[in-house]
């Protein structure tokens, strides 16, 4: 049986925050302590928004960003190129693109990457509305944004099998060296791609 460390209600909190990515039990405890301190300031606004977000947020269903409106802000954004599509693995993976301020285009969310040990094979991702979009006559490039893991290359390599035929240019990200980067910090598998994806100066 589980160790409780307060009243049922408390011992909910701390089991639900639990679950959230990067908080164990300990930092579960801790922030409900620090919400039940702070109940008018933090936790019954985070609770209103919690249940409001509940309700109202939704998968764009065009590209899987999550959004109050379908299809998403950025999909309805007529000021972005359409010509291309930068396909990630998750949401999250979108937000930062968007924080960078890098890439004006579309986007698709796949929901995840193939992994044979986790059992996801390419009919639990959103592959196939990809392939529907990179039919439209408009998109001419396909970004690959994948994570620099083995799941995320056998992701890529899917994906560039599966969109072989549709006449679009398919690219994906550079990686090497980071900006302010020392190579004496780098690990051996960056440096071995920095020095392959080298190019003229």
């Known amino acids: 049986m589980a160790e409780s460390f307060g009243p049922g209600e408390l011992d909910r909190i701390i089991h639900l925050l639990a679950k959230l990515p990067g908080l164990g039990p300990r930092s579960a405890r801790r922030a ?10 933090l936790m019954r606004p985070l609770a209103d928004s919690l249940s409001i977000a509940a309700d109202k947020v939704v998968a764009c269903e065009t590209c899987g960003n999550l959004d109050t409106i379908d299809p998403c802000g950025i999909c309805r954004d007529t000021r972005r190129d359409e010509t291309r599509i930068c396909v990630v693995k998750e949401v999250g993976d979108l937000w930062a693109l968007e924080r960078a301020a890098v890439f004006r285009g579309r986007y698709h969310v796949t929901g995840g990457l193939l992994s044979a040990l986790d059992g996801v094979g390419p009919e639990e991702l959103n592959i196939d509305g990809l392939a529907v979009r990179a039919e439209a006559p408009e998109v001419t490039e396909v970004i690959l944004a ?50 392959k994806a080298r190019r003229g100066v």
């Open 32 to 41: 409900a302590l620090h919400l039940l301190k702070r109940r008018d300031a």
């Open 146 to 195: 994948m994570d620099a893991t083995v799941d995320g290359q056998t992701t890529a390599h899917y994906i560039v099998d599966r969109l072989a035929g549709c006449g679009v240019e398919i690219s994906r990200l550079a990686r090497g060296v980071p900006v302010g980067g020392e190579l004496d910090y780098l690990d051996d598998g960056t440096l071995a791609q920095a020095l």
